[in-house]
């Protein structure tokens, strides 16, 4: 609400990282000690996701409508770093589906929510039962906390 953003999001299943990297599928990147300073889930929260340049991580899988609208999710970095956002569409079976292009977004050093990033919506692929993010970091170390999916297309 303090950016003027009123959908109804979820939150990823270990969005957070709380439950250390439970779900996630890690390669270089791990849970460190220190949550976004908003606090956006819960306070007390006390993890996020370490990036190192070049490290990627992907999200557990989540349901999806066919009316999916947008995901958002918080971020700081070293100076020049970047995030690659892609979205992973599944069928059932796992089988994929499709990958979205979410975007590249630059990080500043303190914790920010990423912009609004826009799904398929109502052109996702037939058959689509879930989504996974995945978050590839270049440029320098990123770190990520607090991944949430607007499941709905809501605003
Ligand atoms: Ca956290």
């Known amino acids: 609400m303090p950016w003027s953003d009123y959908a109804s999001y979820v939150f990823a299943p270990n969005g957070g990282f709380e439950s250390g990297a439970t779900g996630w599928n890690l390669s270089g990147a791990r849970v460190a000690p220190g949550n976004e300073s908003f606090y956006i889930h ?86 689509t039962s879930s989504v996974s993010f995945l978050f590839t970091s270049s440029g320098g170390a990123v770190a990520i906390d607090d991944v949430y999916l607007d499941p709905m297309k809501s605003s």
């Open 42 to 127: 819960a306070s007390g929260e006390k993890y996020s996701l370490s990036l190192p340049a070049g490290a990627s991580a992907m999200s557990p899988p989540m349901c999806i409508s066919l009316f999916s609208g947008k995901m958002r999710f918080v971020s700081r970095g070293d100076s020049g770093a970047k995030v690659k956002v892609q979205i992973i569409y599944r069928g059932l079976l796992s089988s994929v589906l499709g990958i979205l292009d979410g975007g590249t977004y630059s990080v500043g050093s303190s914790w920010k929510p990423s912009p609004e990033i826009g799904m398929l919506g109502g052109t996702l692929p037939l058959l």
